[in-house]
């Protein structure tokens, strides 16, 4: 990835009941289709007797990676749908897998669509979503006499600091994200009238809740 992208908080489960059938889905962030085919496969061993384990996944930046499979269900009815909904919520690196368990009321093709597209969309809300946010570490060195008005200035700006070293001077590490690194820089050489020294470092993901909407197209 080289952008900012949303996906699960965290993987999990969630059920629901219609007119008898259970349909479980379960939901793993990945990043390979080896991962996504395994965690699949452990869907369906720890479910030997259900019905169905139909599942969809999406990969990479421009989700280059798309599968989805009815796994029995009548075609167009449950991977389909599944897909339909990762797409509409604009989430990345992620596989869902309904495990369906027959309550003996067929649904017909409509039924089965709401169905498995409820499933995912309560499981997703259930699990929460990230956004993850690319930024690059930045170090900065900092006499005793000015560390205080760049600890106030970090957290009015909200910048999040990463780690503080104490020694013959102060060494702060903080984590901005990507377009705006050059503004943060100028922000506290003005503040500290350049006596700062600054380094930039690694660049890497870091994660930020936002809230889940209900998904209104089913």
């Known amino acids: ?55 969809a996944y ?14 029995g269900e009548p075609s167009g009815t449950a991977g389909v749908p599944i897909l339909e909904v990762l797409k509409r919520m604009a989430i990345h690196d992620v596989v869902a897998v309904v495990t369906r368990y027959f309550g003996g009321i067929k649904l017909g093709a409509g039924g089965l669509i709401r169905a498995y597209s409820n499933s995912t969309s309560r499981a997703i809300e259930q699990v929460g979503l990230v956004k993850k946010v690319l930024q690059r570490d930045l170090i900065l060195t900092v006499s005793y006499a000015n560390y205080e ?14 780690d503080t070293n104490y020694g013959s001077d102060v060494t702060v590490t903080i984590a901005v994200d990507l377009e705006v690194v050059e503004q943060v820089q100028t922000a506290i ?3 500290l009238s350049g ?6 470092a690694d660049e890497h993901y870091h994660e930020v809740a936002v809230p889940v909407y209900p998904d209104t197209e089913e």
Do not use: W
């Open 149 to 162: 008005k760049l600890s106030y200035h970090l957290e009015q700006q909200q910048i999040n600091v990463l």
């Open 1 to 55: 990835m080289s952008k900012n992208y949303l996906t699960i908080k965290t993987g999990g489960s969630h059920e629901l009941e219609i007119k008898k059938s259970r349909f479980v889905c379960s939901l793993q962030r990945v990043t390979t289709k080896e991962e996504a085919d395994a965690f699949i496969a452990s869907i369906r061993q720890k479910n030997p007797k259900a019905n169905h384990n139909c599942f």
């Open 58 to 71: 999406l990969l990479g930046e421009h989700d280059e990676i798309q599968r989805e499979s009815d796994d």
């Open 189 to 191: 050489t003005n503040l």
């Open 195 to 200: 006596q700062v020294t600054l380094k930039a």
